[in-house]
């Protein structure tokens, strides 16, 4: 692991949206984000990667200005989240982990209850709702109640919602988790349009894939720490190697296979419980040496690095598990 | 969206707003909600006089009536019985709203949440729920004592005067009730407020008979209750028998619960939506 955020603290702090030094979350005994630093810089992309548990979302409600921070320095849009909080949620757009929308109400109605928390006059929040409906597709259910839509409908509600005060910075906390994989690849083209568009986007996820599709740059967090930064292509170039070898065995030979194996040579071998990795820079090359050996796996696969494997070496554990 | 504060250029005048404006925002957001139910919720407000005075004032009052009505202050048990349903009445519309539409907006449908990542502080998304209590409680009031004078409960114009007063006595267990209720995770508390709360108070407090029918030593609990100084004052007003200083001595516990209870609040739901 080379030193930490590295290439994360070379936005000046004046022009970062979001600047974070040794910032602490504490509940009680119980540390949930130790002394991390980040900046987020306007129009970019910045996720915070990490498995359940890491301190991503306490981390996202510090940037929500809804949790004091425990320790160190925050400032979102030049203004301290403790004294400045109206004015600087007033600014923000924020899609919780878990929908908040009153689902007895209609899908038009959510959006003009929460225009008017911040402020808007009446006819600008009707023109919005109209566009922001068309834009997450959901115009045809406009008048319809909340509460029989599938997940997916309500997350692009949710993403409508909290686009109405046309915020400068956008908060995803894991956008699109509990969805369907063709409900989560709407909403990724979605917030790749917003993204387009120069909005502002911050996002938590435990999904790598999620993370390389929408991310500029990203953090790798991890019990509350933050493992390694960079762009999502910087950390596999630096922390993985450009292919990786997958192989499955009988499970009765898995064991005896794997040590074999490390005959092979390869940057890094990883033995997991139904698989192993072999991390190598030409994976048909790494395949035949694994035959020469006269080792035959049942499957193999030669696939590109992804963060996963990047989280893999820096935690020495799966991101999803 | 134009320029606000003087810290940072791109603010929204959204920094100056403050205090009860931001409230009045949630209090809208509980108007749109209240907009779908409004209808049942006014059948309820007028059946629910129309039964206790028909059955209690009209039916057994006949009854009590019958024994002389000295001890009810010179008046048919009809008439001393409604502005002490009143202000029973207060107290159960405050109980209802500030128990399980507290606990859904923080806990099942999470709107406070969705309003606190708004501009609006725990404290508006609570003094916004407290507006729309007040009035409800306005409005029930309102409604049942036009019941009771349509049936023929009413003596004097005091009994609008009670109307305030009956929305006071219902602010009194509206604001200490939320701010308990914000804390909760789950409803299984709000049943033993209504059976060992709410219904003591109802039948004890001097709303059936006059609390000096009680056994002596039981009577300083009755005095310690929100519900009995609502209801005597209540009674008074509307009986034309209250006197200045008796009335501001029930006036002023009234008020100051419930301004205990709005500090309670402003508290318990900062500790609960800010984590």
């Known amino acids: 692991m080379s030193g930490p955020p590295g290439s994360l603290t070379c936005v000046p702090a004046a022009t970062a949206l979001i600047h974070a030094r040794g910032l602490v979350k504490r509940f009680g005994e119980f540390t949930a984000v130790d002394a991390i630093d980040f900046d987020v810089s306007r129009g970019e992309a910045f996720g915070f990667l990490g498995p359940n548990g890491a301190g991503k979302s306490s981390t996202m409600r510090m940037i929500g200005c809804v949790s004091p921070p425990s320790g160190g320095g925050l400032t979102i849009l030049g203004l301290d989240p403790v004294a400045d909080g109206p004015v600087i949620r007033a600014r923000l757009g924020v899609v919780p982990q878990e929908d908040t929308l009153d689902v007895e109400l209609t899908v038009r109605e959510n959006l003009l209850v929460y225009g008017r928390y911040f402020g808007l006059p009446r006819d600008v929040i009707r023109e919005r709702a109209v566009r922001l409906l068309e834009f997450v597709q959901l115009s045809d259910r406009a008048g319809d109640q909340v509460e029989p839509l599938s997940g997916g409908m309500k997350r692009r509600l949710t993403i409508a919602r909290s686009l109405i005060n046309e915020p400068d910075i956008l908060l995803l906390d894991e956008p699109t988790t509990g969805l369907d994989p063709q409900a989560r690849h709407v909403v990724w083209d979605r917030l790749f349009r917003l993204k387009q568009q120069g909005v502002t986007l911050v996002l938590t996820t435990h999904y790598m894939d999620e993370a390389e599709q929408l991310c500029d740059r990203l953090v790798v967090m991890d019990r509350g720490k933050i493992a390694a930064g960079g762009s999502p292509r910087e950390l596999i170039d630096r922390y993985s190697t450009p292919e990786v070898l997958e192989l499955r065995f009988d499970p009765a030979e898995h064991e005896t296979a794997a040590e074999k194996l490390a005959a092979v040579p390869a940057r890094r071998r990883e033995v997991l419980a139904d698989r192993v990795l072999l991390y190598v820079t030409d994976g048909d090359a790494a395949l035949a040496s694994v035959r020469a050996l006269g080792v035959e796996p049942l499957t193999s696969l030669v696939r590109r690095s992804t963060l996963e494997d990047v989280f893999l070496r820096l935690t020495g554990r799966r991101l999803e598990d | ?275």
């Not at chain 2, 940072?8 to 959204?14: E, K, L, N, Q, S």
């Open chain 2, 1 to 275: 969206m134009a320029a606000g504060t003087a810290r940072h250029p791109a603010a929204t005048t959204d920094g100056l707003a403050s205090g009860w404006s931001l409230a009045v925002r949630q209090f809208r957001f509980w108007l749109t909600d209240y907009r779908r139910t409004w209808r049942g919720s006014i059948y309820s407000s007028l059946a629910e006089p129309l039964l206790y005075l028909g059955a209690l004032g009209l039916g057994l009052g006949r009854l009590v009536n019958q024994h002389g009505d000295t001890r009810l202050g010179g008046v048919s048990y009809l008439t001393f019985l409604a502005p002490g349903l009143l202000a029973a009445a207060g107290m159960q519309t405050a109980v209802g709203e500030a128990t399980y539409p507290v606990l859904g907006s923080v806990k099942w449908n999470k709107t406070y949440q969705a309003a606190v990542a708004s501009p609006l502080s725990p404290a508006d998304v609570f003094h916004g729920h407290v507006l729309f209590v007040t009035m409800r409680l306005a409005m029930n009031c309102t409604l049942f004592t036009a019941v009771a004078a349509a049936l023929g409960a009413v003596q004097s114009a005091g009994a609008a005067a009670a109307v305030p007063v009956a929305v006071l006595t219902g602010l009194a267990f509206a604001t200490p009730i939320e701010a308990w209720a914000v804390t909760r995770t789950k409803d299984t508390s709000f049943a033993m407020i209504y059976r060992f709360g709410l219904i003591p108070l109802f039948l004890f407090s001097g709303t059936f008979f006059p609390v000096s029918q009680l056994p002596v030593w039981l009577r300083p609990v009755a005095y310690a209750t929100p519900l009995w100084h609502g209801v005597s004052l209540c009674r008074a007003l509307s009986l034309g028998t209250a006197s200045l200083p008796a009335a501001l001595a029930h006036a002023g516990f009234l008020a100051l619960v419930a301004t205990a209870g709005l500090v309670a609040g402003n508290r318990s739901y900062r500790r609960r939506l800010y984590v």
